[in-house]
């Protein structure tokens, strides 16, 4: 079943206006319209909106990777057509400023970006010249990049999560081929092991963990974009498929909200795309929501949470209409009604 509202359920406070969220997704940079942008939206997923928090006086960056860390967020690597990124820039969601961090050691455009014990990690991506093996960690409190041991694959266009102390890296392209491999990184031991392949060779991939397995989702298999998703067991190094987007896509941005898994823009084979869906494991299904307003794909996701100033990032609560929960009221009014509870009382 697909519905267009299906986390305002059970979720209202008592006036009818959904309450704050506890994390706003954030949609950072892209390609659009064919140039690189510098958009950022913000998500609402207690009014299911999307709000536009801009910065024009940023560089546009597109196939980068964003981490929200210490309360910041961190745009790492990309490319703007002109230039492959190895720079890093912090943005301050409190203050709304943005400064330079200590750049990677390699450019990296289709970069692989998570956070693991306090730390920024990156690997993979394309260099202007070869797809790459190295990646490196970001220490914020010395300002510094590390390398650490390379992959065992060349990855660009991978995505990565990290999940029980290990960063888990799916897919990507080598140069030659798209990816069907997987491996993950244990920082005790500084080694990368492969896993079980997928079930699907997946570039432009969205790799996230969400109830206690990895998931991986759409991608390009070589042939066309994909809609399936498969969901990796660490327990028994095998992957299951579930339930595939209502959409295809590629170089998408990805992220857990709120106990769901949302999907944002990428390109769909034939064009960018504003369209956004969530996927909840305890129903196996993927609902449409409020699309984007500036279509991109190549953008980068993450999700801040923890800010005294969460109520700059979200719809204004006495400006939300009322009627989704009226509607629920209506409803619940109308099944007292029909049960016949309400001549009870
Ligand atoms: C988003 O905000 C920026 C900065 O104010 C503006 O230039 C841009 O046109 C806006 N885009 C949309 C789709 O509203
Ligand atoms: C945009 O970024 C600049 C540079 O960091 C900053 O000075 C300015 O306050 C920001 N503007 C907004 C509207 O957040």
Same mark, same amino acid.
């Given at each position: 079943?697909?519905?267009?509202?299906?986390?305002?359920?059970?979720?209202?406070?008592?006036?009818?206006?959904?309450?704050?969220?506890?994390?706003?997704?954030?949609?950072?940079?892209?390609?659009?319209?064919?140039?690189?942008?510098?958009?950022?939206?913000?998500?609402?997923?207690?009014?299911?909106?999307?709000?536009?928090?801009?910065? %024009?006086?940023?560089?546009?960056?597109?196939?980068? #990777?964003?981490?929200?860390?210490?309360?910041?967020?961190?745009?790492?690597?990309?490319?703007?057509?002109?230039?492959?990124?190895?720079?890093?820039?912090?943005?301050?969601?409190?203050?709304?400023?943005?400064?330079?961090?200590?750049?990677?050691?390699?450019?990296?455009?289709?970069?692989?970006?998570?956070?693991? %014990?306090?730390c920024i990690y990156a690997m993979g991506g394309y260099d202007g010249h070869m797809r790459l093996s190295?990646?490196?960690?970001?220490?914020?409190?010395?300002?510094?990049?590390?390398?650490?041991?390379?992959?065992?694959?060349?990855?660009?266009?991978? &995505?990565?999560?990290?999940?029980?102390?290990?960063?888990?890296?799916?897919?990507?392209?080598? #140069?030659?081929?798209?990816? +069907?491999?997987?491996?993950?990184?244990?920082?005790?031991?500084? +080694?990368?092991?492969?896993?079980?392949?997928?079930? &699907?060779?997946?570039?432009?991939?969205?790799?996230?963990?969400?109830?206690?397995?990895?998931?991986?989702v759409g991608g390009f298999d070589g042939n066309s974009r994909l809609s399936s998703a498969e969901a990796?067991?660490?327990?028994?190094?095998?992957?299951?498929?579930?339930?595939?987007?209502?959409?295809?896509?590629?170089?998408?941005?990805?992220?857990?909200?709120?106990?769901?898994?949302?999907?944002?823009?990428?390109?769909? #084979?034939?064009?960018? &795309?504003?369209?956004?869906?969530?996927?909840?494991?305890?129903?196996?299904?993927?609902?449409?929501?409020?699309?984007?307003?500036?279509?991109?794909?190549?953008?980068?996701?993450?999700?801040?949470?923890?800010?005294?100033?969460?109520?700059?990032?979200?719809?204004?609560?006495?400006?939300?209409?009322?009627?989704?929960?009226?509607?629920?009221?209506?409803?619940?009014?109308? %099944?007292?009604?029909? &049960?016949?509870?309400?001549?009870?009382?």
């Amino acid at each position: 079943m697909v519905t267009n509202k299906p986390h305002l359920a059970g979720k209202r406070n008592t006036v009818g206006r959904p309450r704050l969220p506890t994390g706003i997704l954030l949609a950072i940079g892209g390609w659009s319209g064919g140039n690189p942008t510098n958009g950022i939206e913000a998500y609402d997923v207690r009014a299911d909106c999307w709000i536009n928090i801009t910065n %024009n006086t940023e560089r546009p960056r597109a196939y980068h #990777g964003t981490a929200f860390l210490n309360g910041y967020v961190y745009c790492i690597g990309g490319f703007d057509r002109l230039e492959h990124f190895s720079n890093v820039r912090r943005f301050d969601p409190i203050s709304g400023n943005w400064h330079e961090v200590a750049p990677m050691y390699y450019q990296r455009c289709y970069v692989s970006v998570t956070v693991l %014990n306090g730390c920024i990690y990156a690997m993979g991506g394309y260099d202007g010249h070869m797809r790459l093996s190295t990646a490196e960690y970001y220490r914020p409190e010395i300002n510094q990049w590390s390398l650490i041991a390379p992959m065992h694959e060349q990855r660009s266009d991978a &995505s990565c999560t990290s999940l029980n102390n290990k960063i888990y890296i799916c897919g990507g392209f080598n #140069g030659h081929d798209c990816l +069907q491999t997987a491996e993950y990184y244990s920082p005790e031991t500084n +080694q990368w092991t492969m896993i079980t392949p997928m079930n &699907s060779r997946r570039s432009g991939i969205g790799v996230m963990a969400y109830a206690g397995h990895v998931y991986a989702v759409g991608g390009f298999d070589g042939n066309s974009r994909l809609s399936s998703a498969e969901a990796y067991n660490p327990d028994t190094n095998l992957w299951t498929n579930v339930a595939s987007m209502i959409t295809t896509r590629s170089n998408f941005g990805i992220e857990v909200v709120e106990d769901r898994l949302f999907v944002v823009g990428g390109f769909n #084979g034939f064009t960018t &795309s504003y369209a956004v869906e969530c996927y909840d494991t305890t129903t196996n299904e993927w609902f449409m929501v409020c699309g984007i307003r500036i279509f991109r794909s190549a953008l980068s996701c993450c999700v801040i949470s923890g800010l005294p100033n969460m109520a700059d990032y979200v719809v204004p609560r006495d400006t939300l209409p009322q009627l989704p929960a009226l509607e629920e009221e209506e409803e619940e009014e109308q %099944n007292e009604m029909e &049960s016949g509870d309400s001549l009870n009382e």
